[in-house]
């Protein structure tokens, strides 16, 4: 069964510096998403992708913050300088362009020291 | 503006016994309604969704949900549970007009005691 990748699985970062988390999502979807959940907390909306630009980011999405395809099959996330309560557990989800449901990836937990 | 409340983070229940999870949402739109499972260090894994269609969906794992309209409500339950079942479980609204952006609940995480 198709299922989305998420790499690397953990990341640990200094503060400042910049990171990117990826993701392949399922092969014929075309919404992509990312979602974080820092330790404790609910899971947050970040961003929604289709059709190669953003369709809705949250305001957490800030000017740090970037997503990219950059070939058909990965979709990125860049955090540009790294803060510590970047800290979470960050996860990609897609979506075909006929369904309602998100798929998730495993995650990637990402510490900022 | 869509939002999701899970009563209760934490809820421990005996082997054999019965599983309610209840979740309480707000959209001001016909919602489409999910409850994720989450094992430790893994990610989520869909129990199950509503999205219009019967109001009483079964999912994996033997849980189901009733959509109550009139209640806003969706809770999860399963008849009998296992050890297996010990996780964190999530219900989460999301709706056409909301771009299909998912709003998590707190989560429940279930305690399964032998």
């Known amino acids: 069964e198709p299922e989305v990748t998420q790499t690397p699985s953990h990341q640990v970062t200094q503060m400042g510096q910049e990171v990117i988390l990826r993701c392949v999502p399922i092969?014929?979807?075309?919404?992509f998403y990312w979602y974080r959940q820092i330790l404790g907390q609910k899971v947050e909306f970040l961003v929604s992708?289709?059709?190669?630009?953003?369709?809705?980011k949250s305001e957490i999405f800030d000017d740090q913050f970037s997503v990219e395809r950059p070939d058909g099959s990965n979709f990125t996330l860049k955090i540009r300088s790294t803060k510590l309560e970047d800290s979470a557990m960050y996860f990609c989800?897609?979506?075909?362009?006929?369904?309602?449901?998100?798929?998730f990836g495993p995650g990637t937990r990402l510490t900022v020291l | 503006a869509q939002s999701v409340t899970q009563l209760g983070s934490h809820v421990s229940v005996s082997e054999g016994a019965l599983v309610l999870l209840r979740c309480n949402y707000s959209?001001?739109?016909?919602?489409?309604l999910f409850w994720y499972v989450q094992y430790p260090n893994q990610g989520l894994q869909l129990l199950l969704k509503y999205t219009s269609a019967a109001t009483l969906v079964k999912g994996i794992n033997g849980f189901e949900a009733e959509f109550k309209k009139s209640e806003t409500s969706f809770h999860l339950t399963k008849p009998s549970a296992h050890m297996s079942d010990a996780a964190e479980y999530f219900c989460?609204?999301?709706?056409?007009?909301?771009?299909?952006?998912?709003?998590f609940g707190g989560g429940t995480r279930v305690l399964v005691k032998p």
């Open positions: 989460a609204v999301s709706s056409k007009a909301a771009g299909n952006k998912l709003t």
């Open positions: 959209s001001s739109v016909p919602p489409y």
């Open positions: 989800a897609s979506r075909s362009g006929r369904g309602d449901t998100q798929y």
């Open positions: 092969s014929n979807h075309l919404y």
């Open positions: 992708f289709y059709n190669n630009e953003i369709s809705e």
